[in-house]
T-cell receptor
Framework: GEDVEQSLFLSVREGDSSVINCTYTDSSSTYLYWYKQEPGAGLQLLTYIFSNMDMKQDQRLTVLLNKKDKHLSLRIADTQTGDSAIYFCAEITDASGGSYIPTFGRGTSLIVHP | DAGITQSPRHKVTETGTPVTLRCHQTENHRYMYWYRQDPGHGLRLIHY???????DKGEVSDGYSVSRSKTEDFLLTLESATSSQTSVYFC???????????????FGSGTQLSVL
């Protein structure tokens, strides 16, 4: 079945750029997402990219998609302590019978040091 | 913010008792999902729905059942709660356009369930 993999931890200094990586296995993925979860809270949609795009930029966030390698990355420029959270990569694909199933990675804990 | 309400927000129950969690949406979205979140496992799909009375199993459906009798409500029932079902449960919704989901997947705030 579908699988989404992420590294579990990333530590950066405040002001540096953070790059969180994700790989997926399903070549029929339609949308790919990045979600942010702060402690004790639900998931907040950060950004998404269609599978027919290579890059999407939204203020400090840049998403890069390499469809050939099935690799997705999230770059956060000028990382701040408020960016400390768990970041989830997710993809949605067409399951059998026309249903659409979002699949999530295990999440990357981003720790930002002052 | 999308109109998704999960209830209760916190629940403590005893092993062997039935428990029902509710997800209510005001967006009239077609797709609804139940996930559980556990340390080291991320989010795992329990059940999902693609319309009223249309539901299907996810990867961790054993011990859970769902019902969707109205567009706005998706109920998750633990038939006989076990300690392994202690978790945070999230509901999510997604709009449909032309039968396919659109890009936005919205989450509720979660229900913390403890089974003692």
């Amino acid at each position: 079945g579908e699988d989404v993999e992420q590294s579990l931890f990333l530590s950066v200094r405040e002001g540096d750029s953070s790059v969180i990586n994700c790989t997926y296995t399903d070549s029929s993925s339609t949308y790919l997402y990045w979600y942010k979860q702060e402690p004790g809270a639900g998931l907040q949609l950060l950004t998404y990219i269609f599978s027919n795009m290579d890059m999407k930029q939204d203020q400090r966030l840049t998403v890069l998609l390499n469809k050939k390698d099935k690799h997705l990355s999230l770059r956060i420029a000028d990382t701040q302590t408020g960016d400390s959270a768990i970041y989830f990569c997710a993809e949605i694909t067409d399951a059998s019978g026309g249903s659409y199933i979002p699949t999530f990675g295990r999440g990357t804990s981003l720790i930002v040091h002052p | 913010d999308a109109g998704i309400t999960q209830s209760p927000r916190h629940k403590v129950t005893e092993t062997g008792t039935p428990v029902t969690l509710r997800c209510h949406q005001t967006e009239n979205h077609r797709y609804m999902y139940w996930y559980r979140q556990d340390p080291g496992h991320g989010l795992r799909l329990i059940h999902y729905s693609y319309g009223v009375k249309d539901t299907d199993k996810g990867e961790v459906s054993d011990g859970y059942s769902v019902s969707r009798s109205k567009t706005e409500d998706f109920l998750l029932t633990l038939e006989s709660a076990t300690s392994s079902q202690t978790s945070v449960y999230f509901c999510a919704i997604s709009e449909s356009r032309g039968g396919r989901p659109v890009e936005k997947l919205f989450f509720g705030s979660g229900t913390q369930l403890s089974v003692l």
